[in-house]
């Protein structure tokens, strides 16, 4: 019930109610001015989630991900555009859809994919993810510990 008095009191000023949401929603997620990238598979600040996928159907593997991104970065440098670093941070592998996402730093995701739209990089293509999917399977928050005997002890 504060709530509502404060509530009433804020919209009592003249101000635009979407600032007035703007400015709630800014305080409770405090955040400063910025909304800075996270990766979606670690949470990592800076960093940004790519998905890799190859339009002539065949799966992508952490090693096709290392491989591709590390030679278009080597173009990216001989051609001079536009430049990004072949850094890869967690990779993760989706069988179900033939893809795989990892992590790169923002800057370096956003050339990546950039550079990688003129280019035939033999099917691979490349975006940046805003969110994912989480498959929850059967056994999803099931603790598997262990509970062993303990050793018997000898006798003697």
């Known amino acids: 019930k504060y709530f509502m008095e404060a509530a009433a009191t804020l919209l009592e000023n003249s101000e635009d109610p979407q600032d007035i949401v703007a400015k709630c929603l800014a305080a409770i997620s405090r955040r400063a001015s910025e909304v800075q990238s996270r990766s979606l598979l670690t949470g990592e600040l800076g ?30 440098r001989r051609e001079g555009d536009t430049v990004f670093d072949s850094d890869v941070g967690k990779i993760q592998s989706n069988p179900e859809t033939g893809t795989a996402v990892f992590d790169m730093g923002v800057e370096d995701a956003k050339a990546l994919v950039n550079f990688s739209k003129g280019i035939d990089a033999g099917g691979a293509g490349f975006t940046i993810l805003k969110e994912m999917e989480i498959e929850r399977g059967h056994n999803f928050g099931k603790s598997f510990e262990r509970r062993g005997g303990g050793g018997g002890g000898g006798g003697g």
Not at 50 to 75: A, Y
């Open 47 to 76: 960093m940004a989630t790519v998905e890799m996928s190859n339009s002539q159907g065949r799966p992508v593997s952490p090693g096709d991900v290392m491989f591709t991104v590390s030679k278009l970065s080597k173009m990216s």
